[in-house]
């Protein structure tokens, strides 16, 4: 499978996504289960995050398979890597009802593959063709699927992460959990508390209205867990998106770790026990590249999105390669000996871990890492495409990587333009070793944009 992005209509990177009602409805949803249920055969295992729409697409995704004749299994309401992981060890697919970090107006499906990782975009477009086409399967009275509940295969998920964490490292650490009333509130406080952490919550009862805060852990919402953080004195506070594929983190004095930091940090662990390769989307943070060399391991970018990294960590896998981690750098991290997709209730128990084995405190192993500037811009634009092909001909004596979009590298400081692949937007990244290079810089890009 390459890493290719290839053109979608239907679904994005991250699965199908909209506003309840307007962009997607359950006929909408009932279709892409019969689309489903036409490619898939065998046991389909299907989950929700907390969202108020939730029940309603989970019964018509569900509709849509049985009479396309798959058999269901119902796993209730669990984070997108635990139905992964489910999918993974036991099931022919899967299908996670969520929207991620979306606001509450929104919902959305995932597809999952039977190896667990999100489906690929040569399949997802094969699947588009059977939605647009309608040609669904439509099984006779005697060949409809049977659905079964198994909302106890979420143990299975839980001990896959806690019995890579023994002897109770978390023994003598207090963590604030903030699932922000996702599904993570039936993970994360039991996963830690296995480990031997003492556990706060806070957002911990399970809630698609999201009354504490919104499901993008946003430094903005997160100002109640930090303060929580700092008034309890615990070592530090972790948040996940809403469907807690991502977690993000406060450390002690209640300050927020960037998440390309949080990357860096669980990178350098990773790499002082193991060499290997390290997958990564282009976008991400300098800042790993440079904690990975000095660590002697390897880094290996590819195209913006968490499938993209999944699968040629895969890939790469099965070729014989030693990867040893990856992710995005906005939370979302994968652990190739766990599974091959992100997880913020793996990446909050590797925390306690790095805690206990280092014996530092979170600011002071964040102090440690290098320093780097990173500005984000976007601008509006019809002409994404023309766009690109401008900047990347007035940078033609500099080095160019095309992945995806177009990443200009000067010394010590790199700028990625890419046009969005779903709004009339072009979004840049400028990354520097110091604030004046990278300012300049994104004035010199922006003005010849512009133009
Ligand atoms: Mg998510």
Known sequence: ?????????????????????????????????????????????????T????????????????????????????????????????????AMITASHNPPEYNGVKIIESDGTEMGDEETIRLEKIFFARSFLTQTWDKIGHEISAPHLLEQYINAITSKFPGKPGEGITVVVDPGSGPACITTPRILTEIGCKVITINGIMDGTFPGRL???????LKNLADLVKTSGAAFGVAHDGDADRAVFIDENGQFVEENQEFALIARQICRNKQGIIVTPVSTGQIVEIIVRQENCSIKYTPVGSIYVARTMRTLTEKGESVIFGGEGNGGLIFPEHQFCRDGGMTAAMMVHILKSTGKPLSELIAQLPIRYIIKDKIATKNGIDLLKTVKSSYSKDIIDET????????????????????PIVRFIIDSDTKDKGIRFHKELKSYVEK
């Open 1 to 49: 499978m390459s890493a290719t992005k290839m053109e979608k209509k239907l679904f994005g990177t991250n699965g199908v996504r909209g506003i309840v009602g307007k962009d997607l409805t359950p006929d909408m949803v009932l279709a892409i289960g019969q689309s489903l249920g036409t490619m898939r055969k065998g046991r389909i295992a299907v989950g929700r995050d």
């Open 51 to 94: 969202r108020t729409s939730g029940e309603v697409f989970v019964k018509v995704i569900k509709a849509g398979l049985l009479a396309s004749g798959c058999d269901i299994v119902d796993c209730g309401i669990l984070p997108t890597p635990a139905l992964q992981y489910i999918v993974k060890e036991y099931f022919d697919s899967g």
């Open 215 to 221: 499901p993008e852990p946003s430094p903005e919402g």
């Open 404 to 423: 995806d979009g177009v990443k200009i590298f000067k010394e010590n400081m790199w700028a990625l333009v890419r046009a969005s692949g779903t709004e």
